[in-house]
C-alpha cells in the first residue's frame, strides 16, 4: 500500500493520464462530501485553504499520512469522515498535498473611492475592468446566490430583513471576512440561522461575502448589477 501510495504521489507532480486520472477521482470524492463547504484551493474559508495544508506540510516524508488521518479523524472543528474508506482519504490526500500557492495572496490590494471622498482597499477585484460598473462574474454569482437563497432573512440585495441583521452594516461595523464565512458555513443555531455547509461550496460563500462587501461600501447598486454576464 505504502509503495502504491508513493507512487501515486509522484504520478501527482509529474503529470499524465495516471495524475490526470487520480486527480479527477479525488475531486469527485471531495465533491460528493462536504469537503468545499468548507475549504477552497486558495482561501481560506471556515478551514484552512488546500495550499495551505500543502505548504505546511511541504517536505514532510508522512504528510500524505497525517493528512489522511485528519480527513478520517477530523478534530479542531472539523468533522470526522469514518465513511470514507482508507484508500479514499489517501487519494483525496494526494491531491491536496499537490496543491500549490500560485494564485494565493496573488492579488494586490484595490483602491476604490467612495462616495464621501475616503477611499477603501479591497483584496479582490470587485469590476471586472478594475474601474467599474461592470462587477466581476465572481461578484455577480454572489449577488445570485444571495437573492437566491439570503434575502429572506437578510433582505433583497442585502438591503436588511426583519429576521436578520443588515449584513452591510454587520461589515461595516466591523465584521471581517473569516467571520463572515464561518458563521454563513456553520450558522447559529440559537438564532434560528441554518448552516449553509454542505448545500453551498467555500467558493460560493466567498462570492456572496465579495456581493455583500460591494454593497455595504455602495460600490455595487442595488438591483441587478452590471456585469460580464450582460
Known sequence: MRAAFAFLFVASFIGGPLASAQSDNAENLMKASDCSSC???????VGPAYSDIAKRHAGQTDAAEKVAAKIRDGGGGMTPHPDLTEAQRRVIAAWILSQRAEKQNAQAEISHKLKDGTTVQLDFPLYADGKGPKVTKEVFHGYQLFNSYCYRCHGTDATGGQLAPDLRHSLTAGMKRQEFLSVAATGK???GMPSWAGFLTGDDLAHI???VKGRSLDLVPSGRPPSTQD
Open 209 to 211: 461575502y465579495q456581493y
Open 39 to 45: 475549504h477552497a484551493l486558495d482561501q481560506e474559508v
Open 189 to 191: 443555531a440559537d438564532k
